[in-house]
């Protein structure tokens, strides 16, 4: 069986993704799964041969992904047998701050959060409704969860991903894979400390403004065409060519 942790970037999907890897023995992912560029992610490019692949159905593997595009869900939600998919989700506000940290700590230079939000954010916001427009239908194979229900109660949330992989776990096993997985134990083991930040809900607060909070919320129930077009040109163009 093949397990996916998919979610948008900062929306949570590496915690959800290390919860998963205490609920089963997972096999290393083969050259055959995996990206090229990353080796925890497994293949968008591959994925129509991979959901038929005879590998999923003898041995269960755990991958990280981000995919949103319709066409993708669609081959990875036509294997209900051999497929799981956990997709996480979370407050676009809280999420823009979470990509604005990042986005400073991997660049020489710091933009303020107001530069960031008109000039970035605001179509990281788009491609955030995306991700959760296109999930958005049930799917037989494919778990929903989010963020703020993770934070809350990571035990509930971690017993229906054993029930949903059908697993038996008891408590004293859900403590500790929780306690393996702290914000504190994975900073001791990473080596990018920096990527795991607080994950406080709510930390939007003390970032958007009021102007912010209704450009969202527009932005939300309708996409404008120049607003498309930025999106555009700054993610999906570098998506082709990745």
Do not use: C
């Not at 959800?16 to 080796?39: A, I, Y």
């Not at 109660?153 to 997985?181: H, M, P, S, Y």
């Not at 009021?210 to 065409?225: A, F, N, W, Y």
């Amino acid at each position: 069986m093949l397990v996916i942790a998919n979610g948008a970037f900062k929306s949570g999907s590496t915690w959800q993704r290390n919860l998963l890897k205490g609920l089963l023995e997972f096999k290393p992912l083969p050259e055959s799964l995996r990206s090229e560029k990353q080796n925890s992610f497994v293949d968008e490019k591959r994925l129509e041969n991979i959901v038929k692949s005879s590998e999923i159905k003898s041995n269960n593997y755990l991958a990280k992904a981000h995919i949103y595009k319709t066409e993708q869900i669609d081959l990875l939600t036509s294997n209900v047998e051999d497929v799981r998919i956990f997709m996480i989700s979370r407050d676009i506000r809280d999420a823009l701050v979470s990509h604005y940290n990042h986005f400073s700590n991997v660049r020489p230079y710091k933009l303020s959060f107001n530069t960031y939000y008109w000039l970035v954010g605001r179509f990281k916001a788009i491609q955030l409704t995306k991700y959760n427009k296109n999930w958005a239908p049930f799917k037989k194979n494919v778990f929903h969860s989010n963020f703020e229900s993770l934070k809350s109660d990571t035990a509930g949330e971690l017993k229906k991903f054993a029930e949903f992989l059908g697993v038996g776990i008891n408590d004293q096993e859900i403590r500790e894979i929780i306690e393996q997985n702290s914000i504190k134990k994975v900073r001791e083991k990473s080596n990018r400390k920096w990527f795991f930040r607080k994950g406080e809900i709510g930390d939007y607060k003390n970032y958007l403004t009021p102007s912010m909070e209704k450009d969202l919320e527009r932005i939300q129930h309708k996409t404008g065409v120049l607003d498309k077009i930025g999106y555009y040109f700054i993610f999906e163009l570098r998506y082709l060519f990745a």
